[in-house]
């Protein structure tokens, strides 16, 4: 209903442009869909996300039964704000997938680049696992960038979780998997949390590095990290982890700064993988489950 309201404000003018029609006939619903592509990129969701959006409304609508006494523009208001929900996920939060108990630690991988707020999702996972009596081991192997393994270290402490680390000069895939090893040996961590290493940008290193870090620690889940101010980049930047590294989910981070989220949008839509989590600050407790129907008026509004 939040989805519903905040639509219908935003692109008043849009729905206005329906004002007497009787349907939702290719016809009616040109002018106000124009608005609705305008709206879309402006909250930043990339241009082939846009277009292959209008283009299911543009199918969908005719088939739209208008019910007796309802606007016309309030079907479109509501078919809009539905595909958008759908697109994103549907309703309700998507967790972690947890191995099944007996089979060792599940093991999940932080990936992304450099200064998208990897090293610091970890910790906010480990603290939100934490929440829920799950023991977490968090496993350092950026060593491109040095800062991160004593950010990770300082993170695990301030939390009162363990951190495994070998120093900058070992390689990432085996630091993982001696990481994920401890974890067995020591028999009592539930989650194996491991921040990957990144890079300033995508390159082949990076993703046969990802790819052997994945192979050698056998994760359940590999979550892209992705910054929400990217922007319309968040689209094309998934494409290449999702292609690459088998993703099976994300962690949209920044959305508590000023963007509108539409990389929230295309980073779905790209990799047809559910956002899980979304980082809402900088402290370790700003980390929330993704609402799709928020993201929805959010991205509109
Ligand atoms: P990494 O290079 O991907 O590991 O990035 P970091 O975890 O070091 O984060 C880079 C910067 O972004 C740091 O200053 C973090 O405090 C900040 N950061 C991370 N997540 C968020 C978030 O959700 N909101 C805000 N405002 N800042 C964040």
Redesign the pocket.
């Known amino acids: 209903a939040d989805a519903f309201n905040n639509l219908s404000a935003t692109l008043d003018e849009a729905w206005a442009k329906m004002k007497g029609v009787a349907d939702l006939s290719p016809e009616n619903i040109k002018a106000p869909l124009k608005d609705v592509r305008r709206a879309l990129l402006e909250a930043d969701v990339s241009l082939p996300v846009v277009r292959r959006f209008i283009k299911k409304v543009e199918e969908r609508a005719p088939g739209v039964k208008v019910t007796k006494g309802v606007e016309p523009s309030q079907e479109l208001v509501k078919l809009v704000a539905d595909e958008l929900c759908t697109l994103m996920g549907g309703v309700g939060a998507d967790g972690i997938n947890f191995r099944e108990e007996g089979n060792g630690p599940t093991v999940i991988l932080m990936a ?1 680049l ?8 970890c910790g906010k996972l480990a603290l939100s696992l934490k929440k829920q009596n799950k023991t977490c081991l968090l496993v350092a192997t ?1 060593v491109y ?1 040095p800062a ?1 393994i004593d ?1 990770l270290k300082k993170l695990g402490s301030d939390l009162n979780v363990p951190v495994y680390d070998e120093g900058a000069n070992a390689s990432p895939p085996s630091i993982a998997a001696n990481g994920v090893a401890e974890a067995k040996k020591r028999g009592d961590i539930d989650v194996v949390i491991v921040d990957t290493a ?1 890079r300033l940008n995508i390159d082949e290193a990076l993703m046969n590095e990802l790819i052997a870090t994945k192979m050698s620690t056998q994760a359940d889940e590999t979550l892209l ?1 992705v910054d929400a101010m990217t922007g319309q980049e968040a689209a094309t930047l998934t494409k290449s982890f999702a292609d690459a590294i088998d993703i099976t989910g994300a962690i949209l ?5 000023d963007t509108r989220g539409g990389a929230a949008l295309s980073v779905r839509e790209v990799s047809g993988k559910p956002i899980k989590f979304t ?4 402290k370790m407790d ?1 980390l929330d489950p993704f609402y799709p129907e928020r993201m929805t008026s959010r991205i509109l509004g």
């Open positions: 992304g450099q200064g998208v707020g990897k090293t610091t999702a950026d960038r991160a950010q990144g990290v981070t920044k959305l508590d700064g980082g809402v600050g900088e700003a």
